[in-house]
């Protein structure tokens, strides 16, 4: 059973975003922004009630703005979803999560080191220019099914 119900439009979202936002940082790197993605849409805490589908999250604005940089700066999110990509996407939608996105609601790329919290939220781990972070315990239980 997978990990979020999806489509294939959804597939080749998550395969677009994971491009957009980490194709510097090689398969892994993608496979973590895939993490944050699908722990967003199981999320229902925060930053991230109400959204239930893979589009909600891909397209959620918060103060005026995409969630997601690349939504809104176009660069590769437009462009079309390749096929070792739209692979790395299903793994992450079926069952696919590993430290430091195992749990992680948030990433970010800092110009320096990795802040030891992100607006209140802990630090996981780095991975290569990518900081993740999850919630402060007990304020989003949902994220860890």
């Known amino acids: 059973m997978p990990r979020v119900k999806y489509t294939s439009k959804d597939v080749a979202l998550v395969a677009r975003m994971m491009r957009a936002e980490a194709v510097a940082e090689g398969k892994q790197g993608m496979l973590y922004v895939g ?7 199981k999320a229902d805490c925060l930053d991230f ?3 239930r589908t893979i589009r909600d999250v891909i397209f959620q604005v918060q103060g ?3 969630s997601f940089e690349a939504v809104q700066k176009g660069n590769l999110f437009y462009n079309r979803a ?3 990509e739209k692979r790395l996407a299903r793994k992450t939608l079926n069952f696919w999560r590993d430290h430091p996105a195992k749990y992680a609601l948030w990433y970010f790329n800092p110009e320096g080191e990795c ?7 802990l630090f996981t781990g780095p991975y290569k220019n990518h900081c ?3 919630p402060q315990p ?5 994220v860890y099914n």
């Open 82 to 84: 390749r096929s070792t």
């Open 115 to 121: 802040p030891p919290t992100w607006y209140g939220q």
């Open 64 to 66: 005026g703005n995409y």
């Open 49 to 51: 009630e109400g959204l």
């Open 132 to 134: 993740y972070y999850e």
């Open 138 to 142: 007990g304020t989003c239980d949902s």
């Open 35 to 41: 993490n944050v993605i699908v722990n967003r849409s």
